[in-house]
């Protein structure tokens, strides 16, 4: 499928997951990718998929709730401020992991 009508020549596959647990609710899962996707790679990419999600989420949901204060809005703006802000948050961010997994 094409990415979007803009880009017709860029052409990607789409994973959907559904899972369904034990109380019946039923979520949906999907990613874009440019990996093919067959009967032979599908588990590994959803396991895959699943887990940069789990990581991402955790990290973001880290920087946004304890104490770091990231805000939708830092990587809005104009010219590099808004960026900046990001950068330094991230590298402050990846001083504390380090600190912590040193003591």
């Given at each position: 499928?094409?990415?979007n009508?803009?880009?017709?020549?860029?052409?990607?596959?789409?994973?959907e997951?559904?899972?369904?647990?034990?109380n019946?609710?039923?979520?949906?899962f999907?990613?874009?990718t440019?990996?093919?996707?067959?009967?032979?790679?599908?588990?590994?990419?959803?396991?895959?998929?699943?887990?940069r999600?789990?990581?991402?989420?955790?990290?973001?949901?880290?920087?946004?709730?304890?104490d770091?204060?990231?805000?939708?809005?830092?990587?809005?703006?104009?010219?590099n401020?808004?960026?900046?802000?990001?950068?330094?948050?991230?590298?402050?961010?990846?001083?504390?992991?380090?600190?912590?997994?040193?003591?």
């Amino acid at each position: 499928m094409t990415l979007n009508k803009s880009n017709t020549d860029l052409l990607v596959n789409v994973l959907e997951y559904i899972q369904i647990d034990k109380n019946e609710k039923t979520t949906i899962f999907s990613w874009v990718t440019d990996i093919e996707i067959t009967d032979d790679n599908v588990n590994r990419l959803i396991r895959a998929a699943r887990a940069r999600w789990k990581v991402e989420h955790e990290t973001f949901n880290t920087l946004k709730n304890q104490d770091y204060n990231l805000g939708h809005n830092y990587g809005l703006g104009k010219k590099n401020l808004s960026g900046l802000f990001t950068i330094l948050m991230m590298l402050a961010f990846l001083i504390d992991q380090a600190q912590q997994l040193s003591c």
